[in-house]
């Protein structure tokens, strides 16, 4: 158990239907990441908030939508996705100005069908 | 802008055989430099660290030791398990920077 918790671990979603992934940290970090894990491709960092403000988006599609709350919960909300979007997604968080790197979360395992 | 680069995987050993694997970075200050673990079906974990020119990052028998001359900060463990098999990410933050730059990663396995 890392502090980052991720829900569903698992989803499996039709290109039609909307869903959303869910990060929630007990650490009191104050910046929260979303990342894509595809196979055979390099990390993809996706959206970067800081302070629940978002800070970073990555010229990642509108078709994924993020959400921070607050500064312990992260949501990534997803809609009309293509099968090129299934992938691994990991949330992390850290704390800003520290060199202690980020914590991450056990994913959730995406399929587009 | 900053880089990590790591060594191409994938690498293959037999049990008990010496590992390293290479990370070289650019960076335009002091960074920090980190070693990630990924194992089958999980998130990454830290796995070691080091803030500064010459520290040693250890841990599970594994470490890295930041080299400023050669930018460098290289994975080492003296006799490998099964367990071991992995993906390894190396990673740098700037200091006061948020965004930690990770290289491509390396999978690891480890035969019996």
């Known amino acids: 158990e890392t502090g980052v918790t991720q829900t569903p671990r698992h989803l499996v979603m039709g290109m039609t239907n909307k869903k959303s992934l869910k990060c929630e940290q007990h650490l009191g970090h104050n910046a929260m990441y979303w990342y894509k894990q595809s196979a055979k491709k390099p990390l993809e960092l996706m959206f970067v908030y800081s302070l629940e403000e978002r800070v970073e988006n990555n010229s990642v599609p509108s078709r994924f939508s993020p959400e921070c709350p607050n500064s312990s919960h992260l949501f990534l909300h997803l809609h009309t996705l293509q099968p090129e979007d299934s992938a691994l997604y990991l949330c992390?968080?850290?704390?800003?100005?520290?060199?202690?790197?980020?914590?991450f979360g056990s994913g959730t395992r995406l399929t587009v069908v | 802008g900053n880089s990590v680069t790591q060594m191409e995987g994938p690498v293959t050993l037999s049990e008990e055989a010496f590992l390293t694997i290479n990370c070289t970075y650019t960076a335009t200050g002091y960074p920090s430099l980190f070693w990630y673990v990924q194992y089958p079906g999980e998130g990454l974990q830290l796995l070691l660290k080091?803030?500064?020119?010459?520290d040693k990052g250890s841990n599970k028998g594994f470490e890295a030791t930041y080299r400023k001359e050669t930018t460098s900060f290289h994975l080492e463990k003296g006799s490998v398990q099964v367990s071991d098999s992995a993906v390894y990410f190396c990673?740098?933050?700037?200091?006061?920077?948020?965004?930690?730059?990770f290289g491509q990663g390396t999978r690891l396995t480890i035969n019996p």
């Open positions: 080091a803030t500064k020119a010459d």
């Open positions: 990673a740098l933050i700037e200091k006061g920077a948020q965004k930690l730059v």
């Open positions: 992390a968080s850290s704390r800003s100005g520290t060199d202690y790197g980020y914590t």
